[in-house]
Nanobody, 124 residues
């Protein structure tokens, strides 16, 4: 497994942008599929975006398509989530996850690696 640390969260007005980063430790980062989930107060954790190990395939929740972009830099062992046109309903704690396959990432497998989360607050 890899260890994951998220950063980049904060307070932003609706319509604004934020870029989240997830730094990984471990030698085999490039072999992992990566993803982002979020959890709003009183709600279940939900899938946001995923990216394959080679960055050739990306997947998004319908609620963020066209606004969020996931990317990765294997040399820096970092995955990013660029969030544009933010809405108040995007307010949540955002978690980074890593797993062996993209399917497992999208499913939010508990067997994968998870970070501690970073808070995003979008004000109206």
């Amino acid at each position: 497994q890899v260890q994951l640390v998220e950063s980049g969260g904060g307070l932003v007005q609706a319509g604004g942008s934020l870029r989240l980063s997830c730094a990984a430790s471990g030698r085999t980062f490039s072999s992992y599929s990566m993803g982002w989930f979020r959890q709003a107060p009183g709600k279940e954790r939900e899938f946001v975006a995923a990216i394959s190990w080679g960055a050739g395939n990306t997947f998004y929740a319908d609620s963020v398509k066209g606004r969020f972009t996931i990317s990765r830099d294997n040399a820096k062992k970092t995955v990013y989530l660029q969030m544009n046109s933010l809405k108040p309903e995007d307010t949540a704690v955002y978690y980074c996850t890593a797993d062996q396959t993209t399917s497992q990432v999208v499913a939010g497998s508990v067997a994968g690696s998870w970070g501690q989360g970073t808070q995003v607050i979008v004000s109206s």
